[in-house]
């Protein structure tokens, strides 16, 4: 992966030093600043094997604004941080060079069944810039590698993946975007045509979970667990508030927290 990840502007510099920020200490969990908890080791990082291109990944401060936003809207929805994300689409003749990033834990969530998934969602800071490259639709993703285990298909592996409907509000922070009750999901390569959850026809948190359920075989079950952007339009943002059932991850500047779920 390009050094771009860490430095790729100057600008970036103070933004992108966290990156991929890992937590070495051994130990009972340290309380954050606001009550949040950093794990005595953070398996969070950029996935390498899923990232197209040089994009960026980082953890940061802020963003606070945009200029003129007062209130909670103008403040990541926990602690100080956020994790930012850049992706962009090179104008490569013939073809545009399209970046991907996945920001994700491949040991933490390894296992899980997929039926076991009950609350998913997070916050996003969303630009109209944003919109202007890839409409209000040209959001981030929660995408989850799986390994479906149905009978129809022989393939081991399939992604997750959550395409979320606009967001409510532009240049300042979201509120909570419920990805069990908005947007649509749909399942990548056998998976999806198999249960016709697919990119063409993406399904509702529900039905995609019973079209999984459905063979009455072995549960589908979860390899890794990410957040990310790509590939389709660029977008330049930041997501907080990461909710995976009972808990919420808060990326901060110094590494991935988590909070317990209200």
Same mark, same amino acid.
């Given at each position: 992966?390009?050094?771009?990840?860490?430095?790729?502007?100057?600008?970036?510099?103070?933004?992108?030093?966290?990156?991929?920020?890992?937590? *070495?200490?051994?130990?009972? /969990?340290?309380?954050?600043?606001?009550?949040?908890? &950093?794990?005595?080791?953070?398996?969070?990082?950029?996935?390498?094997?899923?990232?197209?291109?040089?994009?960026?990944?980082?953890?940061?401060?802020?963003? #606070?604004?945009? !200029?003129? %936003?007062?209130?909670?809207?103008?403040?990541?929805?926990?602690?100080?941080?956020? $994790?930012?994300?850049?992706?962009?689409? %090179?104008?490569?003749?013939?073809?545009?060079?399209?970046?991907? %990033?996945? !920001?994700?834990?491949? %040991?933490? !969530? !390894?296992?899980?069944?997929?039926?076991?998934? *009950? &609350?998913?969602?997070?916050?996003? #800071? &969303?630009?109209?810039?944003?919109?202007?490259?890839?409409?209000?639709?040209?959001?981030?993703?929660?995408?989850?590698?799986?390994?479906?285990?149905?009978?129809?298909? @022989?393939?081991?592996?399939?992604? $997750?993946?959550?395409?979320? *409907?606009?967001?409510?509000?532009?240049? &300042?922070?979201?509120?909570?975007?419920?990805? @069990? $009750? @908005?947007?649509?999901?749909?399942?990548?390569?056998?998976?999806?045509?198999?249960?016709?959850?697919?990119?063409?026809?993406?399904?509702?948190?529900?039905?995609?979970?019973?079209?999984?359920?459905?063979?009455?075989?072995?549960?589908?079950?979860?390899?890794? /667990? *990410?957040?990310?952007?790509?590939?389709? #339009?660029?977008?330049?943002?930041?997501?907080?508030?990461?909710?995976?059932?009972?808990?919420?991850?808060?990326?901060?500047?110094?590494?991935?927290?988590?909070?317990?779920?209200?």
């Amino acid at each position: 992966m390009k050094s771009r990840i860490r430095w790729r502007r100057p600008v970036l510099a103070l933004l992108a030093a966290p990156l991929l920020a890992t937590v *070495a200490v051994a130990g009972p /969990a340290a309380a954050g600043p606001d009550g949040g908890h &950093q794990d005595g080791r953070d398996h969070w990082g950029v996935i390498t094997r899923n990232t197209i291109g040089s994009p960026v990944a980082a953890l940061r401060n802020g963003p #606070f604004g945009s !200029f003129g %936003v007062v209130g909670p809207a103008a403040h990541p929805p926990y602690g100080d941080g956020s $994790l930012g994300i850049e992706v962009s689409a %090179v104008p490569v003749t013939p073809t545009p060079f399209l970046e991907k %990033v996945d !920001f994700g834990n491949e %040991v933490d !969530f !390894f296992g899980r069944t997929v039926s076991s998934l *009950a &609350q998913v969602g997070f916050h996003v #800071f &969303q630009t109209g810039e944003n919109i202007g490259y890839g409409g209000p639709a040209n959001m981030p993703n929660i995408r989850f590698e799986i390994d479906p285990n149905l009978t129809a298909s @022989t393939s081991s592996y399939s992604t $997750l993946v959550w395409l979320p *409907a606009a967001s409510p509000v532009t240049n &300042q922070w979201s509120p909570y975007l419920d990805a @069990t $009750l @908005t947007g649509t999901w749909f399942l990548t390569g056998a998976a999806g045509t198999a249960t016709g959850c697919n990119l063409t026809t993406p399904c509702t948190f529900a039905a995609v979970k019973a079209a999984l359920d459905a063979d009455g075989g072995e549960p589908a079950t979860v390899y890794t /667990a *990410a957040v990310g952007k790509g590939r389709d #339009f660029m977008w330049i943002g930041a997501i907080d508030g990461l909710r995976i059932n009972d808990v919420i991850y808060d990326f901060e500047a110094d590494g991935v927290r988590t909070r317990h779920a209200p």
